[in-house]
T-cell receptor, first 116, second 107 residues
């Protein structure tokens, strides 16, 4: 695709509900990242995939948060039993995954999650 | 101490002024990003640097690896440059973000 896309762009849910946020990376990009940005703050790293393998999930706040990328392309970030403190902008980024660690990350538009 | 420090936090300038935003970091990095976040929330990658200097239009980014410092310059600033500018350093695969600099350019 032309860029990283995310859906939905906006999600309003009631406390206790589960939500699934989708990220469609740039075609061919090996690496995919999830970040969370609370209002007025910088984004914080959540998790990272190379292909379908979740390389690091140390940024996931607790076990209500999980992510998968089963076919190495589209990724889903799932939040179970949402709480109001989960309200934030959830951002996805992808990079080519070339060796050398200097891959530029390209960001999607984000999903604005509001938990009532 | 934050690993990435940006200054200033807020900057208001008149159209046409030369703008400088600074970023200092305290750890070894593989690259540094400058990103632009618009009021609507969208994030655009401006530059990724690992050494030297890059220029794109009216934007210039420099990095001094030894001093762990980078600057973003905007020449002939314009009101449409108003946004939050974020410095983010790449450590392995993670991006560690600065708090951002809110830039307002007045006509």
């Amino acid at each position: 695709g032309a860029g990283v896309s995310q859906s939905p762009r906006y999600k309003v849910t009631k406390r206790g509900q589960d939500v699934a946020l989708r990220c469609d990376p740039i075609s061919g990009h090996v690496s995919l990242y999830w970040y969370r940005q609370a209002l007025g703050q910088g984004p914080e790293f959540l998790t990272y995939f190379n292909y379908e393998a979740q390389q690091d999930k140390s940024g996931l706040p607790n076990d209500r948060f999980s992510a998968e990328r089963p076919e190495g392309s589209i990724s889903t970030l799932t939040i179970q039993r949402t709480e109001q403190r989960d309200s934030a902008m959830y951002r996805c980024a992808s990079s080519s995954g070339l060796a050398g660690g200097k891959n530029e990350q390209f960001f999607g538009p984000g999903t604005r999650l509001t938990v009532l | 101490k934050n690993e990435v420090e940006q200054s200033p936090q807020n900057l208001t300038a008149q159209e046409g002024e030369f703008i400088t935003i600074n970023c200092s970091y305290s750890v070894g990095i593989s690259a540094l990003h400058w990103l632009q976040q618009h009021p609507g929330g969208g994030i655009v990658s401006l530059f990724m640097l690992s050494s030297g200097k890059k220029k794109h239009g009216r934007l210039i980014a420099t990095i001094n690896i030894q001093e762990k410092h980078s600057s973003l310059h905007i020449t002939a600033s314009h009101p449409r440059d108003s946004a939050v500018y974020i410095c983010a350093v790449k450590i392995n695969y993670q991006l560690i973000w600065g708090a951002g600099t809110k830039l307002i350019i007045k006509p």
